[in-house]
């Protein structure tokens, strides 16, 4: 303990001179705490503020209570070690900072700045020094090291700008965000673009829209030339100062470039086909609609395609999806190289492709457009499996002649397009009002469809096949009938095609084969005097892979002798697979029946497949029979058929011999057997039969020229 004070003694003991007075009033009212301590640890002196940041009554207190200030103040006894030390050696001590128990046991940081007061001979007397509560202090830079630490770990880039807009404090996100380096950006101006907006003026009007309502969101690129521009979501907001003056603005963006990516994907998704890349269904029907509000105010014309490749199903079946995959994608590629490119072409659906063309003059170019459509389908298309030619359907419409809307459009086209399927193939149609009448007609028989079948609601009719030599009937085909619940007996050109679509073929087929079966035979039974009875199988029978076995079962169930029945195929079921059809035909052949190609001349089928096909009877279209008198191409073209079966062994049957004129040529030109109204229209079994016998019985001579000839 030293025994002397120096001249400053603030001691409670010290005489009350004036000036003591007034140190005294300064040492008694000071906000910082002020003590004096001995070297060894223990308060000499201390004035009111240190009790009260120590949590003391008063100085007594805090004298009499804290006697060891290493083990009882400091919460690391260390620190007053490192107190004195420094004090030995410098004599003084600035802003030493060390956190400490409060009386009541909680802790607080302080900071201290103290000298030592030594005695002449520079003995340490003691310590005197000044404390600072910097516990609020601490705290906030605390919480500045925390905030400093989520700026830079944040995965949102952050920009600090200020009030005159220039960037000052940029975190680690922002910089890897938009690839820019800190120095280029601090100091700058950000450089941000919105589509629509210039970019220069655009930090501006988001600051200011931000300092307007303190904040403000959007989407926005960030300008950096030689990046890969990148899509942002961007915040702004203020930092205003106590008296709401705005001084930082604080920018945060995401960068949304994936997501706008996927955006983009999920957008063309909903829009495009995904095999054909061309625009869908839906974009179809969206692309019509701006079509026709563009159209409308000057009442302009636009056309409307719907297609629909023919054969597509068989294709599919016969050479698997792959096959039919390439085709579309072909398909694709000449429609759209057949456009302009403002016409929009989309895949509707499986084989079905809309083109819409905007501004058409008048209904010639509907037609030529068709033509063109038609045009770029004459080249055969390369698929890995093989080369084939594909032929579209096509049907017309227009606005606003037809629709005035995307639908009733679309809807108009499709009709048409359905009546050039059942027209003819390799054909176009122009929509007219009466297709809607037909259309509901066709629902309707399509429902009425699958319970005729369970009721056997059909009939056969007869056709007689007819020898023009001899002038006899010498077989007949089956023509099948449904004969609706309401009466009327509807064609089959009408509702094979339903029944092929709609699958209900296989048990049609399966109905009409053993009823044309069953007749035959009991007409053999019976002595009718016939060599052969034709039925007819549609493509999907004909590919149906049980039709074999059918045919067998049918043949053996009804006893029918199988060079009886002959079936009658067209061209458009072969074609599509040679080597399947070829080797149908072989199985059906090894059943002993004979093969008639049916309506030839119409389909696709190249005169080199026809060497190939193991069948017995070409069955001219009656499209050629119908002006062999009157049209020399047509002559010639029967000529060539004629002349090419009886090289490759195959009878020929004219089909739709109406006139005497066409029986004669034909004739002449040897063609020995013929079918058609001349002769005699289908008839109803006992119809048939009827006639068949009246004609044995009373034979009438029908061409002029030749002798009746007798049986032969
Ligand atoms: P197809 O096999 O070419 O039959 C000939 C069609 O021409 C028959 O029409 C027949 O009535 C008609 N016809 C015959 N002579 C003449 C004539 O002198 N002038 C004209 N204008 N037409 C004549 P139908 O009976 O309406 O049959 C149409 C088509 O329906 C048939 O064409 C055939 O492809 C199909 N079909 C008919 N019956 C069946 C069947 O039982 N099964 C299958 N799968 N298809 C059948
Ligand atoms: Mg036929
Ligand atoms: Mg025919």
Known sequence: MPDALPDTDWSESATASEDDGRYRSIFENAVEGIYQTTVTGSYLRVNPALARMYGYQGPAQLIAGLTDIAKQLYVDSQRREDFARAMARDGVIKDFEAQIYR????????????????????????????????????????????????????????????????????????TRITGLRRQDLIGQAP???????????????????????????????????????????????????????????????????????????????????????????RFLHEQLDQAIRLAAPGQKRLAVAFLDLDRFKQINDSLGHRAGDTLLKRVARRLRNASR????????????????????????????????????????????????????????????????TADGLIRCADLAMYHSKRASPRHYTLFSQEMLQQSSRRLDLEHDLRHAIQRDEFVMHYQPKYDLETERIVGAEGLVR?????????????????AEETGLIAQLGQLTLRKVCQQAQAWRQAGLLLDGIAVNLSPREFHDANIVQLVRTVL??????????????????????????????????????????????TGYSSLAYLKRFPIDTLKIDRSFVRDVATNATDTAIIDTIIGLASSLGFSVVAEGVETIAQALVLRERNCRYAQGYLICRPLPTDAFAEHVRDAEHHPKPLLPGRPVAGKS
């Open 103 to 174: 009386h009541d046991g909680s802790v607080i940081w302080i900071e201290e700045n103290a000298r030592c007061v030594r005695d002449h001979a520079g003995h340490i007397l003691y310590y005197e020094g000044m404390v600072t509560d910097i516990s609020a202090r601490k705290a906030a830079e605390e919480q500045i090291r925390l905030l400093a630490t989520v700026f830079d770990s944040v995965s949102d880039g952050i920009l600090v700008i200020d009030r005159a807009l220039t960037i000052c404090a940029v975190n680690p996100a922002f």
């Open 191 to 281: 450089r941000l673009s919105a589509p629509g907006f210039e970019e220069r003026g655009l930090i501006e009007r988001i600051c200011a829209l931000a300092d307007d309502t303190g904040h403000w969101r959007g989407e926005l690129g960030y300008v950096r030339p030689e990046y890969q521009p990148f899509a942002a979501w961007v915040s702004v907001t203020t930092v205003r100062n106590p008296d709401g003056r705005t001084e930082y603005f604080v920018l945060a963006c995401s960068d949304i470039t994936d997501r706008k990516q996927q955006e983009d994907r999920i957008r063309y998704q909903a829009n495009f086909d995904a095999l054909t890349n061309l625009p869908n269904r």
């Open 341 to 404: 490119a403002t016409d929009i072409v989309g895949r509707y659906g499986g084989d079905e492709f809309v083109m819409i063309f905007p501004n058409i003059d008048d209904r010639f170019s509907g037609s030529f457009l068709a033509e063109k459509l038609l045009y770029s389908f004459s080249d055969p298309f390369q698929l890995p499996e093989r080369e084939l030619f594909c032929t579209p359907s096509i049907g017309i419409a227009f606005y606003p002649d037809h629709a005035d």
């Open 482 to 498: 449904w004969m609706h619940p309401s009466g009327v007996l509807i064609s089959p050109a009408e509702f094979i095609p339903i």
């Open 556 to 601: 053996d169930n009804t006893g029918l002798p199988p060079d009886f029945l002959e079936l009658e195929l067209t061209e458009g079921a072969m074609v599509v697979d040679v080597d399947h059809a070829v080797d149908t035909l072989r199985r059906l052949k090894g059943l002993g029946v004979r093969l008639a190609i049916d309506d030839f001349g």
